[in-house]
């Protein structure tokens, strides 16, 4: 079984994540195995490009968050809830309905010495929701509307949208990166498209 390493992100120098190991056996896999995969995939065990393209961004920007209670949606590992609280916020809660992604942003986060919150539900208010790599499955296009709800910002990072369907999010940046360990990726994933909205004022 493949086992969980402590690593040092490529460009990336400030932050260490718990994931899999790059030897990690990627041929067929035991019907069993396979099964179990498909039914608890581990995305938390990876550091996805849109997580990592956003974590740099936000360190590379910190008054995005500064000083701001922040949300990091479908946190996955926990890459971006850590970037953000390593760039000044107030406040980062870390959210997902996977417990063991929810327990791994919690490690993680331990391990970079980091204190973030960690929940299965949104907050009723917020300064700013992150959405990392979580448009892959279009049945959550959605929550671009939902987030709009509790927060005064969105900023979204993905590498398989490059165009989002509500016009109200306008692209600010196109990152260059690759999830790690890499997966192998197909060349047309390897750029991480930033989109921010931010509520008007009435």
């Given amino acids: ?15 260490e994540l718990a994931l899999i190991t790059a030897d990690f056996p990627t041929g067929p896999l035991p019907p069993d195995v396979m099964h179990a995969v498909i039914a608890e995939p581990a995305y938390w065990a990876f550091c996805w490009g849109s997580g990592l393209a956003l974590a740099r961004y936000l360190l590379q920007h ?5 000083g701001k209670h922040v949300v990091d ?6 890459i971006a809830a850590i970037a953000a609280a390593v760039a000044g916020a107030a406040n980062v809660l870390a959210c997902d309905t996977d417990a063991d992604a929810r327990s791994a942003a919690h490690v993680n986060a331990k391990i970079n010495g980091i204190d973030i919150a960690i929940s299965d539900s949104l907050p009723q208010q917020c300064d700013i929701v992150l959405l ?4 892959y499955d279009r049945q959550n296009l959605p929550l671009l509307n939902l987030v709009q709800s509790c927060a005064a910002e969105v900023l979204v990072a993905d590498s398989r949208i490059t165009q989002l369907p509500d016009p109200s999010y306008a692209q600010i940046a196109v990152i260059e990166a690759l999830t790690y360990p890499n997966l192998g990726e197909f060349d047309e994933f390897s750029s991480a498209h930033l989109f921010h909205w931010q509520r008007q004022a009435r």
């Fill in 1 to 15: 079984m493949a086992q969980l390493a402590v690593t040092r992100l490529p460009g990336l120098s400030q932050i």
């Fill in 62 to 66: 910190p008054h995005t968050v500064q």
């Fill in 73 to 78: 949606l479908g946190c996955g590992s926990g």
């Fill in 132 to 135: 990392a790599d979580v448009l």
